[in-house]
RNA sequence: CGCGGAGUAGAGCAGUCCGGUAGCUCGUCGGGCUCAUAACCCGAAGGUCACAGGUUCAAAUCCUGUCUCCGCAACCA
């Protein structure tokens, strides 16, 4: 049996359609969950949508529309987004799905029933213009700033989850499990929080859309019980209890640094209470901002995936953000800087890698792979299996961008070892076993690189794979077919042009560039 | 005294946990090669690592203090 490896992403809100940072997020996971495929292991990879709340519930009566048939509209721009991406999940679960609403009302009683969930006055300003409750702040001269009116003073009985109960367990997760919390700089925090973390509430009285608490139709389950509990649903928790038993605990969930407290603090008392094993990594991810500023609808900067795919392909933002952002910490888009890295490290330097070795074959071997020489290609052999190891090194820590960068370091090797070889010289030379020697290396050094980079850039691995011609699929190849010599002499490869075409200045520079 | 992030070459960043010749990409300048997507390779210039103290044989890295910038209301990962 091989090791299961389960990774899960925050489930987007569905009030709007999906953005930049949606894409960051669920690109990330992808490439860690092909990644961990790529090993051998049994991988689950689960994301989704939350569809409940009142922001939806507003959103769609903005539109004169219900609630489901809001939601039907935008969870599937979600789905079809991350099908261009290539973002290739195992299940993606809708907090609507039938399954889910049972397992969450059946969890909810079980917390109530052991006092884990108690009941609460709650007690707040309410604008009845924005129909939700004020925090002082909010407010202008005491009044609402979008109503002008004063909130009224309002309580309604809540349910409420018993985090205090379990804060003292948390803690000794937290303190006893250096990976639990990641990044690191994300634990202090956490455990500064959860001194004063208060005990939340877990319904709303106001809202319609959502589930209903079991026995109080009067009430639906918030986003704590509701949106959270899919981890586990997701993989069958309540209704396919041998596939929960097979992925959970969670090998990494995967969220945004701000939600870090809710899946540190809520979730895991959530967990305990229910007598589930906690994750074993949360691992809250930066923010995407746009040139310097954060991006926001108000400031009108929000970047759509989509264009972006649509114009440059779904790799070329795939890697820039991969390899741009440091994993973990806050990163920035900036169109400029995103033609430079693409054209640099996709088309310069890989893509033109494999396009002058295949054009270098074609003309001194008709294209078919020379015989190796071991004498001539040790050296790139060597550097294969250091970067092999050192790339499982980075990735096993999730440090993306520095495995990258090693796997961008073979390539420049590559580039370099053909210089320094000079099969041209060769050729000319007459040298043929020599210059087949070192096509042999290069190719085979490009095979190897194909399979490490295609968690990654899967479209562009698979455009590589299909020009050196490997005879078997891409997705099926495994850690060991890292081993040098995969290739074999006398197959036949299959130049059809370079497989990222450089972004040109074409429009912006239209009339600044010429001379 | 609210919380948190950040200040490193012209630009964008890594390195800071586990002190020891300051690194990457782009840009600039010079050279090479000619197989290739005006690409690739080599070399050079360019940094008081925000500032001030301290610890140390040695500090971008550890400690103390100061300054500056950015998030923490909403849309929102």
Same mark, same amino acid.
Request: with cysteine; charged share 25%.
């Given at each position: 049996?091989?090791?299961?490896?389960?990774?899960?992403? !925050?489930?987007?809100?569905?009030?709007?359609?999906?953005?930049?940072?949606?894409?960051?997020?669920?690109?990330?996971?992808?490439?860690?969950?092909?990644?961990?495929?790529?090993?051998?292991?049994?991988?689950?990879?689960?994301?989704?949508?939350?569809?409940?709340?009142?922001?939806?519930?507003?959103?769609?009566?903005?539109?004169?529309?219900?609630?489901?048939?809001?939601?039907?509209?935008?969870?599937?721009?979600?789905?079809?987004?991350?099908?261009?991406?290539?973002?290739?999940?195992?299940?993606?679960?809708?907090?609507?799905?039938?399954?889910?609403?049972?397992?969450?009302?059946?969890?909810?009683?079980?917390?109530?029933?052991?006092?884990?969930?108690?009941?609460?006055?709650?007690?707040?300003?309410?604008?009845?213009?924005?129909?939700?409750?004020?925090?002082?702040?909010?407010?202008?001269?005491?009044?609402?700033?979008?109503?002008? !009116?004063?909130?009224?003073?309002?309580?309604?009985?809540?349910?409420?989850?018993?985090?205090?109960?379990?804060? +003292?367990?948390?803690?000794?997760?937290?303190?006893?499990?250096?990976?639990?919390?990641?990044?690191?700089?994300?634990?202090?925090?956490?455990?500064?929080?959860?001194?004063?973390?208060?005990?939340?509430?877990?319904?709303?009285?106001?809202?319609?859309?959502?589930?209903?608490?079991?026995?109080?139709?009067?009430?639906?389950?918030?986003?704590?019980?509701?949106?959270?509990?899919?981890?586990?649903?997701?993989?069958?928790?309540?209704?396919?209890?041998?596939?929960?038993?097979?992925?959970?605990?969670?090998?990494?969930?995967?969220? $945004?640094?701000?939600?870090?407290?809710?899946?540190?603090?809520?979730?895991?008392?959530?967990?305990?209470?229910? +007598?589930?094993?906690?994750?074993?990594?949360?691992?809250?991810? $930066?923010?995407?901002?746009?040139?310097?500023?954060?991006?926001?609808?108000?400031?009108?900067?929000?970047?759509?995936?989509?264009?972006?795919?649509?114009?440059?392909?779904?790799?070329?933002?795939?890697?820039?953000?991969?390899?741009?952002?440091?994993?973990?910490?806050?990163?920035?888009?900036?169109?400029?800087?995103?033609?430079?890295?693409?054209?640099?490290?996709?088309?310069?330097?890989?893509?033109? !890698?494999?396009?002058?070795?295949?054009?270098?074959?074609?003309?001194?071997?008709?294209?078919?792979?020379?015989?190796?020489?071991?004498?001539?290609?040790?050296?790139?052999?060597?550097?294969?299996?250091?970067?092999?190891?050192?790339?499982?090194?980075?990735?096993?820590?999730?440090?993306?961008?520095?495995?990258?960068?090693?796997?961008?370091?073979?390539?420049?090797?590559?580039?370099?070892?053909?210089?320094?070889?000079?099969?041209?010289?060769?050729?000319?030379?007459?040298?043929?076993?020599?210059?087949?020697?070192?096509?042999?290396?290069?190719?085979?050094?490009?095979?190897?690189?194909?399979?490490?980079?295609?968690?990654?850039?899967?479209?562009?691995?698979?455009?590589?794979?299909?020009?050196?011609?490997?005879?078997?699929?891409?997705?099926?190849?495994?850690?060991?077919?890292?081993?040098?010599?995969?290739?074999?002499?006398?197959?036949?490869?299959?130049?059809?042009?370079?497989?990222?075409?450089?972004?040109?200045?074409?429009?912006?520079?239209?009339?600044?560039?010429?001379?």
């Amino acid at each position: 049996m091989p090791r299961t490896f389960y990774i899960t992403t !925050a489930i987007d809100y569905t009030n709007a359609p999906p953005h930049i940072g949606h894409a960051y997020e669920k690109i990330a996971a992808d490439a860690i969950a092909r990644w961990h495929r790529m090993l051998g292991e049994d991988v689950f990879f689960l994301t989704g949508v939350d569809e409940h709340g009142v922001k939806i519930e507003k959103a769609a009566a903005a539109e004169g529309i219900s609630p489901q048939e809001f939601v039907g509209r935008i969870s599937p721009q979600f789905i079809s987004t991350w099908a261009k991406l290539g973002v290739k999940y195992d299940r993606f679960i809708r907090t609507t799905d039938d399954h889910h609403e049972k397992a969450v009302q059946q969890a909810f009683s079980r917390l109530l029933a052991q006092g884990d969930i108690y009941k609460a006055k709650y007690e707040g300003l309410y604008c009845a213009g924005c129909e939700e409750f004020k925090n002082e702040r909010d407010l202008v001269d005491g009044k609402c700033p979008q109503h002008g !009116a004063p909130p009224q003073p309002f309580s309604e009985e809540n349910y409420v989850l018993a985090i205090a109960k379990y804060k +003292d367990r948390i803690r000794a997760h937290i303190e006893a499990n250096p990976d639990f919390v990641q990044p690191e700089s994300r634990r202090n925090e956490i455990l500064n929080l959860l001194e004063t973390f208060p005990d939340v509430s877990v319904s709303r009285q106001k809202v319609k859309w959502g589930i209903p608490v079991p026995g109080d139709e009067s009430q639906v389950i918030y986003v704590w019980i509701d949106a959270l509990l899919n981890y586990v649903t997701g993989i069958g928790w309540g209704s396919d209890e041998a596939m929960f038993a097979k992925y959970w605990p969670a090998n990494c969930q995967l969220i $945004g640094k701000d939600i870090t407290k809710f899946h540190c603090i809520i979730w895991p008392t959530v967990l305990l209470a229910l +007598d589930i094993p906690l994750p074993r990594q949360v691992y809250g991810h $930066g923010w995407v901002n746009i040139g310097e500023q954060k991006m926001s609808k108000s400031l009108g900067n929000v970047i759509e995936p989509n264009a972006i795919a649509d114009q440059f392909g779904a790799d070329a933002l795939r890697y820039y953000l991969l390899r741009e952002i440091t994993f973990g910490k806050d990163g920035s888009y900036t169109f400029d800087n995103f033609k430079l890295r693409v054209n640099a490290d996709l088309a310069n330097n890989l893509g033109n !890698a494999l396009n002058r070795t295949l054009g270098m074959l074609e003309k001194n071997f008709q294209g078919a792979v020379p015989a190796d020489v071991p004498g001539v290609t040790a050296e790139l052999r060597d550097r294969v299996v250091e970067t092999r190891a050192t790339a499982a090194v980075h990735m096993e820590k999730l440090e993306i961008q520095e495995t990258l960068e090693t796997l961008w370091g073979l390539i420049d090797a590559v580039n370099k070892y053909i210089d320094t070889q000079a099969p041209w010289a060769l050729a000319k030379a007459g040298e043929t076993e020599k210059l087949g020697g070192v096509l042999y290396g290069v190719l085979e050094a490009l095979r190897v690189v194909t399979i490490l980079v295609s968690p990654f850039i899967p479209h562009l691995a698979e455009k590589l794979w299909e020009q050196i011609a490997v005879p078997e699929a891409l997705a099926d190849q495994r850690w060991e077919a890292l081993e040098w010599g995969g290739l074999v002499a006398g197959q036949q490869t299959n130049k059809t042009g370079p497989v990222y075409p450089r972004i040109e200045d074409e429009l912006a520079e239209a009339g600044t560039k010429k001379k």
